[in-house]
């Protein structure tokens, strides 16, 4: 299985601290050798990093760590492969247009029997990842031809969501840029840092952050992980069939199928 790392926050914040410790578990701490990836969102722009190498010896990953980018909202992946070749075009988040946006998708599980029909997108690769985000996104683009806004885009996400876990295991998450939409199939963990903040101690490495010293009163800042990464503090367990939509650090809204 893969892992999934995501942010939702209400200023411009780096994840280095996360980052740091999920790319640990990337041949290090964990079995997830083949491959990583990650995106930053910068207003309607996308800063995509990606390695078909395992994160923990990756120096494509040690600029990222070196590099605190900051953004509102991140979608991150470590890959274990099940399905595909372990290649660049294999790699997650993948990447599409969608009325002018950038969707940015990274999925742990595997579908079995997955043979969805073609449609606008199609995948470069050869996951089945890759297929459900292309079919995902061919779903939405036949429900709405013109764009809307997520609150109304939830019942095509989730039920493609439900279809999918069907299949087999189908943790994700989903983004474009302004809201990022999570759905547990099996695992998936959140943590929301606000005022007053404190210490966080990574389980993966040894790193401790004082977040009181990099944030102010005002900041929100939401972390999804498939496993908890630190062991300092309470982490949300999503329950199966859970899906959540955020905005800016902050449930926008949320449902159980």
């Not at 722009?45 to 991140?74: H, M, N, W």
């Not at 070749?85 to 950038?102: D, I, Q, Y």
Request: charged share 20%; aromatic share 10%.
């Amino acid at each position: 299985m893969c892992e999934l790392l995501g942010m939702s926050a209400n200023v411009p914040t780096d994840i280095v601290f996360s980052f740091t410790g999920l790319m640990q578990r990337g041949g290090g701490t964990g079995p997830h050798r083949d491959g990583w990836g990650i995106g930053f969102y910068e207003g309607r722009g996308l800063r995509l990093f990606q390695d078909p190498s395992a994160s923990v010896e990756s120096e494509v990953a040690r600029l990222v760590q070196r590099y605190p980018i900051k953004s509102e909202t991140v979608i991150g992946h470590i890959r274990q492969a099940n399905v595909g070749k372990v290649c660049l075009s294999n790699t997650h988040p993948f990447v599409r247009e969608l009325w002018g946006r950038n969707w940015c998708f990274a999925h742990n599980g595997q579908l079995a029997g997955f043979e969805p029909p073609n449609g606008f997108y199609w995948p470069v690769g050869d996951t089945d990842s890759e297929a459900a985000f292309c079919n995902l996104l061919n779903r939405v683009r036949g429900a709405f031809p013109e764009p809307v806004m997520a609150e109304i885009l939830l019942p095509v996400l989730v039920q493609a969501c439900v279809e999918f876990r069907q299949k087999g295991v189908f943790n994700c998450l989903l983004s474009d840029g302004d809201w990022l939409f999570s759905f547990c199939s099996t695992k998936l963990a959140h943590i929301t840092r606000r005022a007053p903040f404190g210490p966080a101690r990574l389980k993966d490495a040894d790193l401790t952050v004082d977040f009181q010293s990099e944030t102010t009163p005002n900041d929100v800042v939401t972390v999804i992980a498939t496993e908890p990464l630190t062991d300092n503090e309470t982490w949300n367990i999503y329950q199966p069939g859970e899906w959540i939509l955020w905005r800016r650090g902050e449930i926008v809204d949320q449902g159980r199928t």
